[in-house]
């Protein structure tokens, strides 16, 4: 389980997270939502232990980011980070080489799905095909907790819906918490089993994505639209 607890991280004195707290449970996929500026990629970073909070914590599994990452967690971020000259295979070798976790079998698989090739090089690959090397490098791992942020950034809109349903079906192995920060709602929704909805680092809304639905008869956007609009008032 991932809890984060009063989260507060700031930057130049403006809060990119304001005493934020939630939680995600094992065995789910959470959407973390908002508009661009929420602090979704800011919880995320935490949330992988990338950064430090100002105050607050956040534990995974009862232990704090630093200790617990680097074998239970896999972090896509929404920007690339590999070597612009590398290979989709050089990147892949530095995965199984790095990580015990790396699943050969299930990389293979992804490979064939998104239709990539080994040997594309990074710099010269289009930013949907990056993205979804991006994808296959997240998703190759049998880490117990997957943070994605903006994963279908870049992807057309027609595989966009291919690639959750399989993310779900296909890859998500058992017990596997995915958290998702994205502003693609509708993109997001079919795959979500809770959302965390945040505005200006504070959480807006949380809860179960059906439960909401049915609870407020209206679909998930409309339903974050007007928490939304009745946060800026």
Known sequence: MIKVNRAVKT????????????????????????????????ALKAMAGL????????????????LSARGMLTYLPDVDVW?????????????????????????????????????????????GTRAKMKLLLALSR????????EPFSGIDPFARKLIAQAIVEDFMEEGQTIVIATQEVSEVEMMLDE?????????????????????????????????YDGARI
């Open 11 to 42: 930057y130049g004195g403006k809060k990119a997270l304001d005493k934020l707290s939630f939680v995600a449970k094992e065995g789910q996929i959470v959407g973390l939502l908002g508009t661009n500026g929420a602090g979704k990629s800011t």
């Open 51 to 66: 950064l430090r909070l100002n105050s607050g914590e956040i534990t995974i599994d009862g232990m704090p980011p630093s």
């Open 83 to 127: 070597y612009p000259w590398m290979k989709l295979s050089d990147a892949m070798r530095f995965m199984k080489d790095v990580y015990w976790d790396w699943d050969e079998a299930k990389a293979g698989h992804l490979l064939d799905f998104l239709e990539l090739q080994a040997h594309t090089v990074m710099q010269q690959a289009s930013k």
């Open 142 to 149: 049998q880490a117990k907790y997957v943070l994605m942020d």
């Open 195 to 227: 959302i965390r909805f945040i505005h200006e680092g504070k959480l807006l809304l949380e809860g179960n994505v059906e439960s909401l639905k049915q609870e407020r008869n209206m679909p998930l956007l409309d339903i974050l639209k007007e928490v």
